[in-house]
């Protein structure tokens, strides 16, 4: 047994035992309130839907007129561009344009009284105009009357070479029966014309331009192409032959009727002979 202790009886709920002073716990205080509390609500989420894409369209062009200072801008918006489109361009193309040129208006024909068909009855000639048509055809009264010597048809009337092309050809009316004594333009004896001249273009040789006073019984006419050609000297293109002594018959038509001889026919002719009774001939200026 466990002896007693000498410090006396103790308090407590046996004899001899000692009572220990139980030690308090610190005096410090808890928080009376408790910590702020966590964000009951989540980060807004980030978007869902991507930016918006950027404008595809070029921006509009800058108006053309600045704007006048001082002047409102305009209140309503510009009307709305039209719903339909502008109408298609027609399908079928333009009609060709002509392959072929016009045909030149023909050659008035004089206006002043013309020859008879018998041009002789006014006497040889001293002037005669004939119109230029190229061609290789010839076409003559071949009528005779044994009564009248001067009804003989032409017999010698004719052409040779080709067609001239009708475009500014060189011609030379002369009595001269070798092409070559007329290349010297200084010298016009025995020439009664020479020039360019085109389809359906009249012409007139005159006795008096190579020095004679009335035709004699050959006149030729020489043709050339061009008068580069005539100038280059060289042979004729065609070259004509008709009788003008009035010892053969001649006919003369301004419609076109009278004597044709290739390329040239004869439309109007002066004589040297005006008898009185004959009113159609025509009198040399």
């Known amino acids: 047994m466990f002896p007693q ?10 004899k001899g035992y000692y009572k220990h ?4 716990p610190p005096t410090t205080e808890p928080p009376t309130e408790p910590p702020t509390k966590l964000p009951t609500e989540p980060p807004t989420e980030p978007p869902t839907e991507p ?3 950027p ?3 070029p921006p509009t062009e800058p108006p053309t007129n600045p704007p006048t200072p001082g002047t409102a801008p305009p ?3 510009p009307t709305e561009p039209p719903t339909e489109p502008p109408t298609e361009p027609p399908t079928e193309p333009p009609t060709e344009p002509p392959t072929e040129p016009p045909t030149p208006p023909p050659t008035p024909m004089p206006t002043k009284k013309t020859c008879p068909r018998d041009v002789c009855d006014c006497g040889k000639p001293i002037a005669m105009t004939f119109l230029y048509i190229p061609s290789n055809v010839v076409r003559l009264n071949m009528t005779e009357n044994p009564e009248d010597s001067r ?6 009337a004719g052409c040779e070479g080709g067609i001239p092309n009708g475009m500014n050809n060189y011609i030379v009316v002369t009595r001269e029966k070798d092409f070559e004594d007329v290349f010297d333009e200084t010298d016009n004896d025995e020439v009664y ?3 360019e001249v ?3 273009m009249p012409f007139t040789p005159i006795a008096e331009n190579g020095g004679e006073d009335k035709f004699k019984a050959e006149t030729r006419f020489y043709i050339w192409n061009s008068k580069a050609d005539f100038e280059a000297e060289a042979d004729p293109f065609q070259t004509i032959m008709y009788h003008t002594s009035c010892s053969q018959r001649m006919e003369c038509d301004a419609g076109r009727m009278g004597d044709q001889i290739c390329s040239v026919s004869l439309i109007e002719f002066y004589g040297e002979d005006q008898p009185p009774e004959l009113d159609e001939c025509l009198e040399w200026p």
């Open 5 to 14: 202790s000498k410090k006396g009886k103790g308090k407590g709920k046996g």
């Open 21 to 24: 002073k139980k030690t308090k």
């Open 51 to 53: 930016p918006t894409e």
């Open 55 to 57: 404008p595809t369209d």
């Open 75 to 77: 209140t309503e918006p």
């Open 151 to 156: 009804d003989k048809p032409q017999q010698d």
């Open 193 to 195: 014309f020479r020039g």
């Open 198 to 200: 085109s389809t359906d």
